[in-house]
């Protein structure tokens, strides 16, 4: 059994993530101000009952992190009974195999854990409606327009496929209806 509950209390926060120099800095606290939950999101949230624990594999050079966990941290923040802390991805290689996208190791990988630290669903790496564009056609252009155009479905979705998506997974393990996510 991998030891979830260890690995979150050794997790980093997402206000230690900020601080710490990781040279696209600018770009970090940029997107994080920018972040905010919709009323759809926070209705949903008070919905949410028990303890949630959000484990994210993540390195801080990636460019999908950067557009997510700022959102997630927003989350984090509106909520008092989820918490969320990232680990590195290629300092867990045993949970990262355990979590791959196919057979890619795509980040970041949000793991949801209930409130004894029990797996009870995952994430990642991207929202399902632009994972499904990456591998039906973005995977066809040169890397600058795939990211160009990456970059402008999460500026145009501001962060509500990710949240939905996330709570969606909360909602059904607490035996909620969860509205369809897009």
Known sequence: ???????????ESFSALLSRPKGNDDLWNAVYKRAELDRDALDRLTRVTGEWHLLVL?????????????????LEEASSNIDMRMIGRDTNPDLMSAHLTGTSRSIPIVLVLDDSFAERGWWGPRPAALQRWVLEEGLALPKPDRY???????????????????????????GMNAPATH
């Open 148 to 174: 160009r155009h990456i970059r402008g479905w999460y500026a145009r979705d501001r962060g509500k496929a990710v949240v939905s998506e996330i709570l969606g997974i909360i909602e059904k393990s607490e």
């Open 58 to 74: 993540n390195e801080p050079w990636c460019g999908d992190s950067l557009n997510i966990l700022p959102v997630i941290a927003r």
């Open 1 to 11: 059994m991998l030891d979830l509950k260890d690995r979150f209390a050794g997790g």
